[in-house]
């Protein structure tokens, strides 16, 4: 038997938030100011899932994006992502039920992104989900973002659990990497659709039953 499932930590652009789009199109806006931006292909297979400071520390290596230019070019990133936030965020009935009903049931519920903390908070005021959220951990809580485990290692940290407790909600592979690296037990979403009661409540029975290995990526 496995050891029983006490928090859920989910990631949020692509698993509570459809927003992988929004931070595309508000950081390629920002970069066309200065004759740049990034390509649909390097978005899929390279950017993906990395905080906006890490993306611009990889475009000066590239195309010799002045560094002086990073802290405008993050402040205008995220000022249209705010923009597009308001116009698109709106709440998803299958996460307000899921979370609403993890909450009921005593799970401690974390969001663990490499947005920065003001994104976070807003998305998730708009989504409606805020109240069913005990930790917000950012970009701006760690020192090294995913994939590096640090932020659900400090996650499981200040719930005094232990990984084996805790069940990452992931959607792309650098967070599944993070996820699996700390030691907890990893459930691999591909769309914010399949995140729901159903498919969280079988993942964490299959913990508990010791069904799958804490190494082991479920996919849904």
Avoid at 57 to 74: D, G
Avoid at 166 to 185: F, H, I, M, T, W
Wanted: hydrophobic share 35%; aromatic share 10%; glycine share 4%.
């Amino acid at each position: 038997m496995g050891t029983k499932i006490k928090a859920i930590l989910f990631d949020m652009d692509g698993v509570l938030i459809d927003a992988k789009d929004w931070h595309y199109e508000s950081l390629n806006k920002a970069l066309g100011l200065f004759g740049l931006g990034i390509s649909r292909y390097d978005h899929l297979h390279t950017f993906d899932g990395l905080p906006t400071k890490e993306k611009l520390k990889m475009l000066s290596e590239q195309y010799y994006l002045p560094e002086e230019l990073h802290p405008f070019l993050n402040q205008l990133k995220q000022k249209y992502t705010m923009e597009e936030t308001a116009l698109k965020c709106r709440p998803m009935f299958h996460h307000e039920y899921a979370l609403s009903r993890l909450h009921a049931k005593g799970y401690k519920i974390a969001v663990c992104s490499n947005s920065v903390r003001a994104t976070i908070e807003n998305m998730m005021r708009m989504s409606n989900l805020e109240k069913y959220i005990d930790l917000y951990v950012s970009n701006e809580d760690v020192v090294k973002a995913k994939p590096d485990p640090e932020m659900y290692n400090v996650t499981i940290r200040k719930f005094e659990l232990k990984p084996e407790e805790c069940l990452v909600v992931e959607d792309n592979p650098k967070g599944v990497q993070a996820g699996r690296d700390s030691g907890a037990y990893v459930l691999a979403v591909e769309t914010v659709y399949d995140v729901n009661y159903e498919n969280i409540s079988q993942m964490i029975k299959k913990c508990e039953n010791g069904e799958v290995q804490r190494k082991e990526v479920i996919n849904e």
